[in-house]
């Protein structure tokens, strides 16, 4: 399961299999989207599959996960999601009760996000080759002209946002799947951003990089910006907004919030000089009203990420290897 | 979960910093005995902002490090079979045995579960009556008592295909044994506050007094740590040698009665095995005669396994306070938390992934990707 948590078995697997596998130079950018150009225009185009366990989560289901998942892998490229393909792989057995909440949980989201469902597949596969109901969407949008968001363009000096509180989603799906009582219900944060990205590239088209936090957390997005830019990454523990009940569920089980999945957060690198207006841009939005400014890019260090802790102390926060296992004591 | 916080206050953290800084007049070193406490330490940065003479030696208390090779081998052999039903805590599934881990394992098509209590083992194994469930049942004294329940309950409610693989620890007799080693230069001990939270303080008078050290009870959140730092550090510079608690909130003196009887009831002292390190006398518990039946290794006749440790690892001396981590020649080239030869580099509470994964700065630059090998999808 670890070459599928998003940390470094996960980034292994694409560089040494699939990337040499396909060449290509758009897969060679790696992001959370590809940026092509067609028939002049210039296209975000993204794909993910879901495969949560279990199917309905407080704050969501796998169809709210189906779409806002890709649509904010095209946002993260600047663009605004115009169309989505999805996939349904059922498992024999499945009540078809089940598959129409999920369809109805999966066009609501589509409609509050402004992205239709263009084309999709259906496959059926034999009790007990599947959790139930796996999903698969691809989206494509259009970027923005004078827009460029990725990671190679971060400079030592740009500021690092992040668009709310971590670590809710993983804390969500963990409560339910291991029947874990936190003392406090926590929800997930899974919601589209498109509309958040829209608002901030209002202010500056300038923005550097943008990566949604999901599977392996901040601390694997700034991994991955950090190593794909070159530039060193500087957090202030102290600054990043975590929910007292992330913190408590993560105290316990020994996890780290900073590595905990998002499904409705961004990271964002700006300029220096659009820092305060792209803050309070977002913070005028309603996924935005938490955004807090976290850390800069920094010239020490490169392609490292380090947290200055509460204390006056610094540790590396490194890419974690699979998925987060919980500590015994 | 307020209290937590308090515990993380920066400002108070200044002044019990101040305090240490004003206190120490010659170098001193101290030995936090428990993995959780090598773990805040090095995460929060607090080694970096003590005094340059008192130096932290990272103890043996990471209960995932010191469970041996070969009890890691039974835990293999015994998952791998198609009528078990494996649960442990979640990380162990990660610690290396000879060739493989529990990961690897489950993708051979093994029933390896992660718990978060003995007791979800239990409610599995009455659910699975066909099958046989085995829970992983290591640690140290603050995870030996449910343990201890859990083989107490299977054996009242009358659930046969419940069974437990012990490799549980004792904090004092590792005391005993890093005081009385020729190369020894611990001189005074922050004791594991969780240890002590079941255990009580009784036990540790008598060190203190035979190998003149101070001996701290210590908690485990920053201030915690500081706490233990300051009162030793006053100790060792007044030439004192006490047990003191600095860990108040979560320890009585006598410890935890109830838990206390139940593991009189279900354990007996025994001689263990630590990895690195070697057997030390009368520093594990087994199932006592009454609960022999409930023991996984005769139960699946695992007992004569016996294995052998890579030679290039000197996780040993790690857990001894003789090396730091990357002053062993493997460290961050042939082992990292990816790769790892031993397991002090496997969980985050063992000395040499806590130095991997937070003092990469401070150290030489570590292989940052390892070759792609013949390995199966994890």
Redesign the interface.
Known sequence: ???GGGG??SA??V???FAPAFGGEVLAQLGDSAAVTLGGARLAFSTDSYVVRPLFFPGGSIGDLAVNGTVNDLAMSGARAAYLSCGFILEEGVELSVVARVSADLGAAARAAGVEVATGDTKVVEAGHGDGIYVNTAGIGLIPDGVDLRPQRVVPGDVVIVSGEIGLHGVAIMSVR?G?EFGVDVTSDCAPLGGLVQAMLAVTPDLHVLRDPTRGGLAAALNEIAAASGAGVVIHE?RVPVP?AV??AC?I??LDPFYVANEGKLVAFVPREHADAVLDAMRAHPLGRRATVIGEAVEA?P??V?AR????????V?LP??EQ????? | ??Y?EEF?D?EL??RLLDDIHATVTRPWALMEVCG?QTHTI????????LPDQVELIHGPGC??CVTPLEVIDKALEIASRPDVIFCS??????VPGSGRDL?QVRSEGGDVR?V?SPLDALRIARQNPAREVVFFG???E??APPNAMTVHQAKKLGIPNFSLLVSHVRVPPAIEAIMTSPSCRVQAFLAAG?VCSVMGMAEYPELAARHRVPIVVTGFE?LDILEGVRRAVRQLERGEHTVDNAYARAVRPEGNPAALAMLEDVFEVTDRAWRGIGVIPDSGWRLSARYRDYDAEHRFSVTDIATQEPAECRSGEVLQGLIKPHECEAFGTTCT??TPLGATMV???GACAAY??????DLAPAA???P?EASP??
């Open positions: 399961m670890g070459h470094a078995l292994e697997l560089q040494h299999v291991e874990l102290g007292e913190g408590n105290a089980l020994g260090h392609g490292l380090v802790t509460g204390l006056g102390g610094t540790r590396v490194d290897i699979g296992l919980p500590r015994i004591c | 979960m307020k937590i993380q920066p953290a200044r959780g090095i995460r929060h940065g607090i080694d970096q902002l209960p995932v805590f979640g990380d162990m599934l990660r990961f992660v978060y290591i640690g140290f603050t995870t969780h920053p938390p990816r969980s985050s509470e991997y994964l937070y003092r990469r700065l940052r990707t390892a792609l999808v994890v």
